[in-house]
């Protein structure tokens, strides 16, 4: 898992995704769009998923993340 660090200050909020592939210097995470921004760059951090609640409707992982990792390039569109 990687995270995403959205906001960052008293207050926290973070995304997490499973991390695919890594590739050299590039990581492959996220098989599916995330904000629609375009071209973004966003603070990555580790993170660890501490339990999954499951759901016939949609599951969802609650996840510890910690110190930045570097950032990560949101490209939504093919290059």
Known sequence: MAGMVLVQGDVS???A???TAIKGDRVFLCG????NLGDVQIPMA???VITT???????TKIVNV????GRLPAI???R
């Open 46 to 48: 580790r993170s660890r």
């Open 17 to 19: 995704c499973t991390v």
């Open 53 to 59: 609640l499951s759901s016939d409707l949609a599951s």
């Open 76 to 78: 939504t569109s093919p």
């Open 66 to 69: 910690g110190g930045p990792i």
């Open 13 to 15: 909020i973070n995304s």
């Open 32 to 35: 599916h769009p995330f904000l």
